[in-house]
């Protein structure tokens, strides 16, 4: 009798799940009925009527709710009074696309850092958040009103610090249609197309880049593969615990009876000086050592100066498991030897990384691919098109030699997760450290079509021949020094903190400090997607100007030239490639770039 009424009770609550499902079903469906006296349609249309573009929803609660349910006689018809409609959207989405063209067009004439101090915002917003909802209109007032001050519009023509940011059209279209979705990428169950197509682009860019087919995602019976991960910090971590796993996973075979602490104790990690901070937050959160090498007078890491250092750490017990190279140092845009380094890490079974980040875009131009050779021995590879190419940030393109030694350190495969397409589809979740992964592939896939692999050839070459002007000017002005060599798009010079100080706070231009063999040196970077000959020679004028200025504490700034530098730049705005600039100097370099020489470039003088 027990088992009886047990079983008729469990068929009651399937009875009564399958109903309150179909009632959700058929709430849901386009050809519902929303009232006794009419059909959907009248209904809606009586509804548009009364609430002028509203949109009609049907609330269903829960059984225990006091409020009525579908048992009732009639539902709650609870129209949303909140948020923004679809026909409001329609007239938002017009008015915030022209605001942006607006900036973009007007963008020259605001400071190019704002002249804000810590916590300015603090005291201009409300205390709490408002209770009642407020117009588009006055949120992007207050947008204008208080966020816009505390920008650094790192768009701006003179904006000539860290690296470029991509921004261009094509790119914030996908990231508008990859939000509309709204869809979570943490499997390719959760959303076909987005793994399809990252695996589809990234081919493309490791072709177009010149990688090997190895590490292509669609190369046939290849073990290789790619991702998009969120950033360069976020590869470099990722390959270091692939082969952290890797090495771990051959020691404890090895030494089975030796404890894991022990193990991981004795190994250890190299990258140069130049490397960037990341390199050394990976070992800190993995716990292994890190030596950090000397470069050479090109700030360059060489092979000989790794060999030395496995050897000696070998001498002293240690475990050599994993080298991250750099091509584009952030310091000064140097690039490792990997012809030399690479062969070092196979000889002697070390994980080759390579962090391309800035740089790597720049291989997409066959004259700068002689800087990757020896990529054919590194196990991982990674560049950031939303630096060099064009494309928003997040996006960092990382490729493996052997995608299974990645994923093999990373797979936690709960039951909720898993579905039936396991064995023949990819699941990036077990690529990265984040479950969840935006829709990063669309703006690649924009950019690549929209600008086609010769577009995006222009304008890194483009930006390449700016700072070699850039150094000319430079080169020819007996109080400035050439640091390191023009390579990409960045250039460096030696002043001092002052310089730089007083040039950012004037809010005309932007640059940031580095620091190679213990001197303090500004770097200079063409970050503007339209930069032209006239940028940088404005540019030029405003370090320039102030400079001299410095050097001659007892003479008055000259007020009168800063002055009409600024009708300058405001009569010509900075939207353009076409216009020639007045003040253009007799040795400015024009047509297509050549293979640059890494000899040629190198350039010392007296700063003062």
Same mark, same amino acid.
Not at 135 to 156: A, C, K, N, Y
Not at 520 to 534: G, N, T, Y
């Given at each position: 009798?027990?088992?009886?009424?047990?079983?008729?009770?469990?068929?009651?609550?399937?009875?009564?799940?399958?109903?309150?499902?179909?009632?959700?079903?058929?709430?849901?469906?386009?050809?519902?009925?929303?009232?006794?006296?009419?059909?959907?349609?009248?209904?809606?249309?009586?509804?548009?009527?009364?609430?002028?573009?509203?949109?009609?929803?049907?609330?269903?609660?829960?059984?225990?709710?006091?409020?009525?349910?579908?048992?009732?006689?009639?539902?709650?018809?609870?129209?949303?009074?909140?948020?923004?409609?679809?026909?409001?959207?329609?007239?938002?989405?017009?008015?915030?696309?022209?605001?942006?063209?607006?900036?973009?067009?007007?963008?020259?004439?605001?400071?190019?850092?704002?002249?804000?101090?810590?916590?300015?915002?603090?005291?201009?917003?409300?205390?709490?958040?408002?209770?009642?909802?407020?117009?588009?209109?006055?949120?992007?007032?207050?947008?204008?009103?208080?966020?816009?001050?505390?920008?650094?519009?790192?768009?701006?023509?003179?904006?000539?610090?860290?690296?470029?940011?991509?921004?261009?059209?094509?790119?914030?279209?996908?990231?508008?249609?990859?939000?509309?979705?709204?869809?979570?990428?943490?499997?390719?169950?959760?959303?076909?197309?987005?793994?399809?197509?990252?695996?589809?682009?990234?081919?493309?860019?490791?072709?177009?880049?010149?990688?090997?087919?190895?590490?292509?995602?669609?190369?046939?019976?290849?073990?290789?593969?790619?991702?998009?991960?969120?950033?360069?910090?976020?590869?470099?971590?990722?390959?270091?615990?692939?082969?952290?796993?890797?090495?771990?996973?051959?020691?404890?075979?090895?030494?089975?009876?030796?404890?894991?602490?022990?193990?991981?104790?004795?190994?250890?990690?190299?990258?140069?000086?130049?490397?960037?901070?990341?390199?050394?937050?990976?070992?800190?959160?993995?716990?292994?050592?890190?030596?950090?090498?000397?470069?050479?007078?090109?700030?360059?890491?060489?092979?000989?100066?790794?060999?030395?250092?496995?050897?000696?750490?070998?001498?002293?017990?240690?475990?050599?498991?994993?080298?991250?190279?750099?091509?584009?140092?952030?310091?000064?845009?140097?690039?490792?030897?990997?012809?030399?380094?690479?062969?070092?890490?196979?000889?002697?079974?070390?994980?080759?990384?390579?962090?391309?980040?800035?740089?790597?875009?720049?291989?997409?131009?066959?004259?700068?691919?002689?800087?990757?050779?020896?990529?054919?021995?590194?196990?991982?590879?990674?560049?950031?098109?939303?630096?060099?190419?064009?494309?928003?940030?997040?996006?960092?393109?990382?490729?493996?030699?052997?995608?299974?030694?990645?994923?093999?350190?990373?797979?936690?495969?709960?039951?909720?997760?898993?579905?039936?397409?396991? &064995?023949?589809?990819?699941? @990036?979740?077990?690529?990265? %450290?984040? =479950?969840? +992964? !935006? *829709?990063?592939? /669309?703006?690649?896939?924009?950019?690549?079509?929209?600008?086609?692999? &010769?577009?995006?050839?222009? @304008?890194?070459?483009?930006? %390449?021949? =700016?700072? +070699? !002007? *850039?150094?000319? /000017?430079?080169?020819?002005?007996?109080?400035?020094?050439?640091?390191?060599?023009?390579?990409?798009?960045?250039?460096?010079?030696?002043?001092?903190?002052?310089?730089?100080?007083?040039?950012?706070?004037?809010?005309?231009?932007?640059?940031?400090?580095?620091?190679?063999?213990?001197?303090?040196?500004?770097?200079?970077?063409?970050?503007?997607?339209?930069?032209?000959?006239?940028?940088?020679?404005?540019?030029?004028?405003?370090?320039?100007?102030?400079?001299?200025?410095?050097?001659?504490?007892?003479?008055?700034?000259?007020?009168?030239?800063?002055?009409?530098?600024?009708?300058?730049?405001?009569?010509?705005?900075?939207?353009?490639?076409?216009?020639?600039?007045?003040?253009?100097?007799?040795?400015?370099?024009?047509?297509?770039?050549?293979?640059?020489?890494?000899?040629?470039?190198?350039?010392?003088?007296?700063?003062?």
């Amino acid at each position: 009798m027990v088992y009886e009424g047990l079983n008729n009770a469990l068929k009651n609550f399937n009875s009564f799940c399958a109903d309150r499902t179909s009632r959700i079903r058929d709430s849901f469906s386009p050809t519902r009925s929303t009232s006794a006296a009419g059909s959907e349609s009248a209904a809606s249309s009586t509804q548009s009527a009364s609430t002028s573009g509203k949109e009609d929803y049907t609330v269903y609660r829960m059984p225990n709710s006091t409020a009525a349910t579908p048992d009732d006689a009639s539902v709650v018809d609870d129209r949303m009074d909140f948020g923004v409609s679809r026909e409001e959207f329609r007239r938002i989405g017009k008015d915030t696309i022209e605001y942006i063209a607006e900036y973009h067009e007007n963008i020259g004439k605001r400071r190019v850092v704002p002249a804000i101090e810590p916590g300015y915002l603090r005291d201009l917003m409300p205390h709490e958040a408002p209770k009642k909802p407020e117009t588009f209109e006055s949120v992007l007032e207050d947008f204008e009103r208080l966020i816009m001050p505390g920008v650094t519009h790192w768009q701006h023509p003179r904006f000539h610090a860290y690296f470029p940011a991509g921004n261009s059209y094509p790119s914030l279209i996908a990231n508008f249609l990859g939000d509309a979705l709204g869809t979570v990428g943490f499997s390719w169950a959760s959303c076909p197309a987005m793994t399809e197509l990252e695996l589809v682009v990234l081919h493309w860019y490791g072709k177009m880049i010149g990688l090997p087919p190895e590490f292509l995602p669609l190369t046939e019976g290849g073990r290789g593969g790619g991702v998009i991960q969120s950033s360069a910090s976020e590869c470099n971590f990722v390959s270091l615990l692939a082969a952290r796993f890797e090495v771990m996973k051959e020691l404890r075979k090895r030494f089975p009876f030796v404890e894991e602490g022990l193990l991981l104790s004795k190994l250890i990690a190299y990258c140069s000086k130049e490397a960037h901070s990341s390199v050394e937050k990976a070992c800190m959160i993995g716990m292994v050592k890190l030596r950090i090498l000397e470069t050479d007078s090109k700030f360059r890491l060489r092979g000989e100066t790794l060999r030395n250092a496995i050897q000696e750490d070998r001498n002293l017990g240690l475990i050599p498991f994993f080298v991250s190279t750099t091509l584009g140092t952030t310091s000064c845009c140097s690039f490792d030897v990997l012809s030399e380094i690479g062969p070092v890490a196979t000889d002697n079974d070390i994980w080759l990384h390579v962090d391309a980040a800035y740089a790597g875009s720049g291989f997409i131009c066959p004259e700068n691919r002689h800087l990757l050779t020896g990529i054919e021995h590194a196990m991982s590879f990674n560049t950031n098109p939303n630096k060099w190419m064009l494309v928003h940030f997040d996006c960092s393109a990382m490729w493996v030699r052997d995608r299974f030694k990645l994923t093999q350190a990373l797979v936690v495969d709960p039951l909720y997760l898993q579905h039936s397409w396991t &064995e023949k589809s990819i699941d @990036y979740r077990h690529w990265g %450290i984040p =479950l969840s +992964r !935006r *829709f990063r592939a /669309l703006k690649l896939w924009f950019v690549i079509r929209m600008y086609g692999v &010769e577009g995006l050839q222009k @304008y890194i070459r483009n930006h %390449i021949r =700016l700072a +070699r !002007r *850039f150094e000319t /000017l430079l080169k020819a002005d007996p109080i400035f020094e050439i640091v390191g060599d023009v390579q990409m798009g960045l250039g460096t010079e030696e002043v001092n903190q002052q310089l730089l100080t007083r040039l950012n706070s004037s809010g005309r231009i932007h640059m940031v400090p580095a620091s190679l063999n213990n001197r303090f040196v500004i770097r200079f970077c063409v970050c503007a997607e339209h930069a032209a000959d006239r940028d940088i020679t404005i540019a030029y004028d405003i370090i320039s100007q102030t400079a001299r200025t410095i050097l001659h504490e007892s003479v008055a700034e000259p007020i009168e030239e800063d002055a009409e530098l600024e009708e300058l730049e405001e009569t010509l705005g900075f939207d353009g490639m076409t216009l020639e600039s007045p003040i253009m100097h007799k040795d400015d370099l024009s047509g297509d770039v050549d293979v640059l020489n890494e000899d040629k470039w190198l350039h010392k003088c007296s700063l003062l």
